[in-house]
């Protein structure tokens, strides 16, 4: 497995990448996939088209430090193809509640096998990549740079991986919301924004009241009512730390290998057993 993916298709996107180019080509195209190398990156409609800062070469001619044009995309399904996959998906509640999670489930292949295709790259075939580089050899380091920098972007948002074979995830989400269970993924993946709301203070301030002319001994330290004997036990969340597991195991933030979602869900634990301990 790959090293430079987190996720199990991101390891996959990059495995069909190493499957058909040599080991030397791909070390020199990771050097690549840096900011200090990419110029210039723009993805829209299944198509990657970046411009990278190259070396100087006198073997080939090239004295200044040129700038290269490259373009990865991967083969598109039709329509229809598309339609037969869209069905199958939003009738199964464990794939819109992986979804829904920023994960691709692991099976999802098999709805795709069922219309004849992949969704997950197997070999050159189905790349199509192209660089303005002297380099002959195809994919080129430049290219090579591209493939690396694209599987990190898949770890974030797997609806790239969607995008790359011709559905846009914003058409994915409209499909699906056809269907009941569709439409919960629909709504979590929706764009709405939350209106923001002023506020005087990021703190809770205390606020003054009027003391009574005659204060009781006896209520002040009691209380005006008797506190409860016993508290009832909490009950969890149903469907616990939504809002962490939407961002999924890898969110832009986390350049971690290990997993987002596991570090809180310890740290929750870890958590409710100190205030546990301390009722």
């Keep these: 497995m790959s090293k430079y993916a987190k996720t199990w298709w991101g390891q996959r996107f990059i495995a ?3 499957g058909f180019t ?16 990419i110029k210039q990156w723009l993805l829209q409609k299944g198509k990657v088209d970046a411009k990278l ?72 075939r189905d790349f199509k990549v192209a ?4 380099d002959y050899e195809v994919p080129c380091k430049h290219i090579a ?47 709405a924004t939350v209106e923001l709301m002023p506020v005087d203070s990021f703190y809770t301030r205390p ?16 209380g005006q009512q008797p506190l409860p004997k016993s508290i009832e036990p909490s009950q969890p969340a149903t469907i616990p730390a939504m809002l962490i597991k939407k961002g999924g195991d890898f969110p832009g933030f986390w350049q971690k290998q290990n997993s987002f979602i596991e570090v809180m869900e310890d740290f929750y634990l870890r958590m409710r057993k100190n205030t546990l301990k301390g009722l």
């Design 16 to 18: 069909a990448l190493e």
């Design 22 to 37: 040599d080991s030397g080509r791909l070390a020199r195209g990771r050097s690549y996939s840096t900011d200090n190398r």
């Design 53 to 124: 800062r190259g070396n100087t070469n006198p073997y080939y001619g090239v004295y200044k430090e040129p700038t290269y044009k490259v373009s990865v995309q991967m083969t598109h399904l039709s329509e229809v193809q598309w339609q037969k996959i869209i069905q199958r998906l939003s009738q199964r509640a464990s794939f819109i509640a992986r979804l829904l999670l920023n994960e691709i489930p692991e099976n999802i292949e098999a709805v795709f096998a069922e219309a004849g295709v992949h969704l997950l790259p197997k070999d050159y």
């Design 131 to 134: 660089c303005d580089c002297p």
């Design 145 to 191: 740079g591209v493939c690396y920098r694209l599987a990190g972007q898949l770890d974030q948002n797997p609806f790239l991986l969607f995008e790359m074979r011709g559905l846009a995830s914003e058409k994915l989400l409209r499909e699906l919301a056809n269907s009941s269970l569709g439409k919960v993924l629909s709504d979590a993946k929706s764009n």
């Design 207 to 222: 606020v003054l009241t009027e003391l009574p002319q005659e204060i009781s001994l006896k209520s002040f330290w009691q």
